[in-house]
């Protein structure tokens, strides 16, 4: 009964070639975050849709991009990955980013580790 | 920009005694809710206690609870009977609505030692 998917939970790939990791939900949440988290660091936003607008963080590099093609499925896409992106990479669901009910909070997935090699 | 802060990168607490994981936050903002997320090993994060802050009253969920003080900017979390299981890596978060995105603090290892 999982609920926010990701693949694969372990990815390898060689410096400078284009990665994309994949997020699917059942919960049908209009929002999905995407998290940069590095080794013993705190999880830090790339960016998120809320529901077809994209929200980009202002210190986000250009080498990442998102693609979200329906409600369930959100990718991340590294256009040219260096040896300082390997982390830890988390997608997040919530139900309604201003709401004041305590259920929209956000759920997480198990994430994938990128390593670039 | 908000910021969150935790001071204790590691707390260390026999099993069934109890431990209080410091956080403290900084906003301009009067609502706003916090969390604190538990990452065990296997690094899925997983929401173990929220807290609105037009509430005064600390929330609890079991062996859980927190301290609120909204005046001083602060947010401890105490596990109580503390079990095997509780050990990971724990992390207070800041948003600004239930859902919105999460400001992170930068984590406390919390070790359980049978």
């Known amino acids: 009964d999982a609920m926010v998917i990701q693949n694969p939970r372990y990815q390898v790939t060689q410096f400078g070639k284009p990665v994309t990791l994949s997020c699917s939900q059942t919960?049908?949440?209009?929002?999905m975050y995407w998290y940069q988290q590095k080794s013993s660091q705190a999880p830090k936003l790339l960016f998120h849709?809320?529901?077809?607008?994209?929200?980009n963080e202002a210190d986000t590099p250009d080498n990442f991009q998102s693609r979200r093609p329906n409600t369930s499925f959100c990718f991340l896409d590294i256009r040219s990955p260096g040896l300082g992106d390997a982390a830890m990479y988390l997608c997040?669901?919530?139900?309604?980013?201003?709401?004041?009910?305590?259920?929209?909070?956000?759920?997480f997935g198990q994430g994938t580790r990128l390593t670039v090699v | 920009a908000q910021t969150v802060t935790q001071s204790q990168p590691e707390m260390s607490v026999q099993e069934a005694e109890t431990v209080t994981l410091s956080c403290t936050y900084d906003?301009?903002?009067?609502?706003?809710?916090l969390f604190w997320y538990k990452q065990p090993p296997s690094r899925q994060m997983i929401l173990v206690i929220r807290?609105?802050?037009?509430?005064?009253q600390n929330a609890t969920e079991n062996r859980f609870s927190v301290n609120f003080q909204k005046a001083a900017k602060s947010f401890s979390l105490k596990i109580s009977d503390s079990q095997l299981g509780d050990a990971a890596m724990y992390f207070c978060?800041?948003?600004?609505?239930?859902?919105?995105?999460?400001?992170f603090g930068g984590g406390t290892r919390v070790l359980v030692k049978p």
């Open positions: 849709y809320y529901d077809k607008d994209f929200n």
């Open positions: 919960l049908n949440h209009n929002v």
């Open positions: 997040a669901t919530s139900r309604d980013p201003t709401g004041k009910d305590m259920d929209t909070e956000a759920f």
């Open positions: 978060a800041y948003s600004k609505a239930a859902g919105n995105k999460l400001t």
């Open positions: 807290q609105e802050a037009y509430k005064q």
């Open positions: 906003t301009s903002e009067s609502d706003y809710y």
